[in-house]
């Protein structure tokens, strides 16, 4: 039988202390919170080690290092207010609901995680945490404007949609790709202008819908 709590701890002193992940915040919910719960029952022997997680025929979860990389990266704060874009089962909503005053996690409709990662969230007790079904291009311009946008897979380009709704000094972190190694960037929007500036590189698997489009065969 699989020592879960064991499991946890060395997640987290082999894969998230070792890359630059100092925020003990972090460190100390990724300790505690129990991933096995939120990942499918055939994948629970891969719920802790260092590799994505296939969560359906189409999508994955992120590693916990670049999940973890990215989270810190984006510099979440107590009061910020957090869309978590493509949160699966709800792992990183329930990571993210450690760090922040409120965290609304954004599902694909139809996709079947929505509920899923509604019932996890409650069995740990994440109460500042919501998710909602929709469009993942368009967000969730009815719950916003956020403090932080976190993207849960890599993306060819971000949507202007999702800039539009970063509240003022808001932050996007999002892995962008146009290769077979992708780039964390972190957009930062300040007096209605975007900077942006690059944190890690990440080998993170894309989202579908926001893959390169086919190039042109002669």
Request: net charge neutral.
């Amino acid at each position: 039988m699989t020592d879960y709590a064991k499991a946890r701890l060395a997640m987290v002193h082999s894969q998230i202390r070792p890359n630059d992940v100092t925020d003990h915040r972090i460190q100390d919910a990724m300790a505690e919170i129990p991933r096995e719960l939120f990942v499918p029952k055939a994948e629970r022997a891969k719920a802790y080690a260092d590799a994505e997680v296939r969560l359906s025929d189409r999508r994955v979860m992120l590693s916990p290092m670049h999940l973890a990389k990215l989270v810190h990266a984006a510099d979440i704060r107590s009061g910020d207010v957090v869309l978590d874009i493509a949160c699966g089962r709800g792992y990183s909503c329930a990571l993210i609901s450690r760090l922040a005053e409120t965290v609304v996690g954004l599902e694909e409709e139809g996709a079947g995680f929505a509920s899923k990662a509604t019932e996890r969230l409650a069995k740990i007790g994440a109460d500042n945490a919501v998710v909602v079904e929709g469009d993942l291009k368009a967000g969730a311009p009815k719950q916003g404007p956020f403090n932080v946008i976190i993207v849960g897979g890599a993306v060819t380009q971000a949507p202007k949609a999702w800039f539009d709704q970063l509240a003022e000094n808001g932050r996007l972190a999002v892995i962008e790709r146009d290769g077979p190694v992708g780039r964390a960037r972190i957009y930062t929007k300040a007096r209605g202008a975007v900077g942006e500036h690059s944190a890690f590189d990440a080998n993170a698997s894309f989202l579908p819908g926001f893959e390169p489009e086919p190039g042109f065969v002669f």
